[in-house]
């Protein structure tokens, strides 16, 4: 069983910068994609960010030129760079991934592994 622990979240002011970790344990499996994901109060969850095993990264839009994803070349921990951080920026982030154990179909590209969250909160 694959396990995802998000880190470095916490409170920042606006226009600050916080860098967000996504440790990888457990069975070996083949990471087919990662993500972020983020959900703030009475809102739902939205993607923020994905890359797949190419290296291929995708943004939502209110996040695009800000934020960066990235993946440790080693290993399946992913990396969240948030820069030019906004109030609407307040979230719960959560780290994702489609671990299987190939990449071989459609259906490896479907998220199947979360992490707890861990909260970003971006206020003056």
């Known amino acids: 069983q694959v396990q995802l622990l998000e880190s470095g979240g916490g409170s920042v002011q606006p226009g600050g910068s916080l860098k967000l970790s996504c440790a990888a344990s457990?069975?070996?499996?083949?990471?087919?994609?990662q993500a972020w994901y983020r959900q703030a109060p009475g809102k739902e969850r939205e993607l923020v960010a994905s890359?797949?095993?190419?290296?291929?990264?995708t943004y939502n839009d209110s996040v695009k030129g800000r934020f960066t994803i990235s993946q440790a070349q080693f290993n399946n921990d992913v990396y969240l760079q948030m820069n030019s951080l906004r109030t609407e920026d307040t979230a719960a982030y959560y780290c994702?991934?489609?671990?299987?154990?190939?990449?071989?179909?459609?259906?490896?590209?479907?998220?199947?592994?979360w992490g707890p969250g861990t909260q970003v909160t971006v206020s003056s």
């Open positions: 994702a991934a489609a671990a299987w154990v190939q990449c071989a179909s459609a259906k490896n590209d479907r998220i199947n592994t």
């Open positions: 457990g069975a070996i499996s083949v990471f087919c994609a």
């Open positions: 890359i797949n095993r190419r290296g291929v990264t």
